[in-house]
Structure formats: structure tokens, C-alpha cells
């Protein structure tokens, strides 16, 4: 059975925020509110948590996993961004955006789309993710909680615990959590290409 950790949406808990990196830590998988509905997340490192999500999503192996990053600097460290790219992605960050990008060596191989090379990167604008992400001190691998046949992110934490009970490790739990998943834009080419319209004003990358 999942635990089910309530986490306070403005001010985290130290300790249930240490339990949380801890899990992660140890190659458990847990299911986390962000600003554009709940996310699968696991350590980069472990490789069975990238084949549990995929199971869970009923996924194959050419899904574009997404790097939830603490911020620009931790984004520019996986994906190489262009000029042409860099003011408007810094400047759509923190927020419901995932760009797609080419992955630089820090990024392992297993986690690249297998033809394009390129993975997904984001910074999210949540307190209880930023707080993950500085207590953990490297990017999360992560994946929107959309299961199969559905259309949309799980929002409420009680609901994923009851779904996922037997599937996931920690359930986090942190109030209110936006329906809309994020806005998907595939910049691994010379202009963007918004492949999935979600949260945010994606229009600012349209031609």
C-alpha cells in the first residue's frame, strides 16, 4: 500500500518533504501534485521507476519523459537550447510548459526518445515541487498521471491513492490541483511545434 503523505500547499513541511526526497532516494516511485495536475516521479537513476510509469500509463518505449528541473540553470545542464529558443523558454519559466529538447550527455541514454534523442524538460511553478526539487538536488524524472483511456491529469490525491494504491510508493497530497496538463512544445527543430495544447498561453509560440 501507498503511504499518503499531506503536505501543506504554501508551506511544506521539512520533514514530510525529507520523507519524500528519502523515498525517492531509494528508488521508490511516487505520485506528486504539480501546477498542471498530479505527475508520476521517480530518481533519474532508477531504471525501474522509468519502466513503472510506462506500465502505469500503458506507454511505450517512444514516449518523451519529461526532467522536472529546480530552474534554468538545472534545465541547461540536459537539453541544448538555441538562440533561438532561449528568451522564450526562460522567459515561459517557471510554468505549465514542456519543451522538448536535444539531451545533452548528463541525460542517460534509456531516457531519450529512441530516434530523436531529445527528452522533455520543465520548471514548474509549485511550492511543494520546488521544495522536492532543492531538497533532492537534481532533476526529477516524471511523467503526467494520465492512465489510460483518460484525457486529463488526476487532480485529487485521495483519488490517486485509491487507483494506484498497489502501483505507486507515497501518494502526496498538497490542496487544490489545476485539471489542465501542460503545454507540450517540441523545439528539437528550427522553429517550436506545439504538440499538445494544455495549461498556459501557448500562443506566444505559435509563427
Known sequence: MARYLD????????????????ALRDDQLIAYPTDSGYALGSRIGNKDGRDRILAIRGLDDRHHFTLVCRDFSQLGQLVHVDNNAFRAVRAATPGPFTFILPATPEVPRRLLHPKKRTVGVRIPDHVVVRALLEELGEPILSSTLILPGESEPRTNGWDVKEELDHQVDIVVEAGDTPAEPTTVIDWSGDTPEVVREGAGD???FLG
Open 202 to 204: 501557448w500562443s506566444r
Open 7 to 22: 503536505v501543506h500547499p504554501d508551506n511544506p513541511q521539512p520533514r514530510l518533504i525529507g520523507q519524500i526526497v528519502q
